[in-house]
């Protein structure tokens, strides 16, 4: 001790010693209460308390009165009103803590009812789950507060015929969209895009199917070349070729606004329809509105698809809004759009063909209609016929039912792979595809997109096809 005093003393009152008695310890108890004194303590360990435990007065005082010691105050003082008997396992005798006098600091300043100048309650307190607001009140006050006391109670059991709500087993339904396709919107968007669906991911399959000589008997009829090689009357199958074809026609011109539209071809039914601002076309009058009269100007519709002003490609795109409407509503039943006298005369042709051409048709139809009855499988037509003929085409051989709209292409100005690259943009490469048909053009372009390829030249091709479906062959 005397060996480090030159040292000290030289330091002046900046860190005066304490009294030799704060370091005796009392009667009965050890100085912090840990170290009884029948332990010696080493003389470096001395000196190291006596380097460090030094009045807070002196070298705090700097920072104002604030921190100079208030007499009689605990320096815990915030935590002073929480009642020890609260806590099981605290008692009395296990209270004793460190007083100012054996710290030699001054934690006054820290007493939640002199921080900052405020007096009585600090916020902070009141979100602690043990403490009440009269003890939360009474944080900093000397006056002792109310014991409470508190115990965690289990909450009974509830059983499954009392419970209100329970938690569901199935999934989530899905989000309903509003009646303007925009969820969560105020307003409606007038000008829709790329109405056409989406990759159907849930599909497996995707049938691409040819129209002509593959699912219906059309051009060799006209020409005589299937009666010929069936042994049939050839004059007759000429015939029957130039009757439905005046029907196929008649029908497109009356219905389906083709001299409008024989000039302005598209692939799809929506290929035009962002264009379309959605009008109420149920009253629109489509003979007056100067479409046929400027569409028979050439440098209006272009093979390209460069079209005229905005005003006539809405008016283009009602046209094709308005097919699309038709074709879902006479789809199965285009007796009711043709009238009583021409649905008699469309049933006797129908009838006529299937006879001549030994039912190839209703064979056909076995197959489309196995694949549309499969949720995992689609059909989808790609004709090398204009749209609208084809539309046509559809509806009076029947075939509404198995082709959506959505699912009919042409590829009258874009060729068959270019078809076929658009179907796969929209059904995913996932799916895998199997083209049907008869001609080089869709074998070409199976070959090119590395499809499986499906030859239909006679009635037998038919029926190995419905076989190798009904067997889930394919």
């Known amino acids: 001790m005397q060996a480090y005093q030159p040292m000290l003393g030289s330091q002046g009152g900046a860190f005066p010693m304490q009294n030799a008695g704060f370091y005796s310890p009392q009667a009965g108890q050890s100085a912090y209460g840990v170290l009884p004194q029948s332990y010696g303590m080493a003389p470096d360990v001395k000196l190291k308390q006596q380097s460090t435990s030094q009045t807070g007065t002196s070298y705090l005082s700097p920072y104002g009165a604030s921190f100079n010691a208030q007499t009689g105050q605990s320096p815990y003082q915030y935590g002073s009103s929480l009642n020890a008997a609260a806590f099981p396992g605290n008692t009395a005798a296990g209270t004793t803590g460190f007083n100012s006098t054996q710290q030699g600091i001054d934690y006054s300043s820290y007493a939640a009812a002199t921080y900052a100048g405020q007096a009585g309650t600090y916020p902070y307190y009141q979100g ?61 968007r007038t000008r829709r895009q790329n109405p056409s669906p989406g990759p159907e991911n849930d599909l497996e399959r995707v049938f691409v199917w040819d129209l002509d000589e593959t699912i219906i008997i ?134 006529e063909i299937e006879t001549l051409t030994d039912n190839w048709l209703s064979l056909a139809l076995k197959s489309l209609s196995i694949i549309n009855s499969r949720s995992n499988c689609v059909n989808v037509l790609v004709t090398t016929t204009q749209l609208v003929p084809a539309l046509a085409k559809v509806v009076l051989y029947g075939l509404g039912g198995v082709f959506p709209i959505e699912n009919i292409y042409s590829a009258t100005k874009i060729g068959k792979e270019s078809c076929f690259e658009r179907i796969v943009s929209r059904f995913g490469r996932k799916c895998t595809y199997v083209v049907v048909g008869d001609g080089r053009d869709e074998e070409a372009g199976a070959k090119q997109m590395t499809w499986p390829f499906w030859r239909i030249s006679n009635h037998s091709d038919l029926a190995a096809l419905h076989h190798a479906l009904d067997l889930g062959y394919l």
Request: proline content about 6%; some cysteine.
């Open 128 to 188: 602690y789950p043990y403490m009440a607001t009269t003890d939360a009140a009474g944080l900093g006050s000397s006056t002792p507060v109310t014991t409470q006391t508190y115990k965690l109670v289990d909450p009974p059991p509830v059983s499954s015929a009392d419970s209100q709500y329970t938690i569901p087993t199935s999934p989530s339904p899905p989000l309903k969209s509003e009646a303007n396709g925009a969820r969560g919107r105020g307003r409606s």
């Open 218 to 351: 059309f051009h060799t009829l006209l020409t005589g070349s299937y009666a010929q090689r069936y042994g049939k009357d050839p004059p007759q199958s000429v015939s029957l070729g130039l009757r439905m074809e005046e029907m196929i026609f008649n029908l497109a011109d009356t219905h389906l606004f083709f001299n409008d539209l024989e000039e302005c071809d598209q692939v799809h039914i929506d290929d035009v329809s962002s264009d379309d601002n959605g009008q109420d076309l149920s009253t629109y009058n489509f003979q007056t509105d100067g479409f046929h009269a400027a569409a028979t100007n050439a440098s209006l519709c272009l093979a390209t698809g460069v079209r005229g002003g905005v005003d006539w490609m809405r008016k283009l795109a009602f046209r094709y809004r308005r097919i699309k409407e038709i074709y879902n509503s006479y789809r199965n039943n285009v007796g009711g759009l043709l009238g009583p006298q021409k649905r008699e005369q469309w049933l006797q042709l129908r009838q």
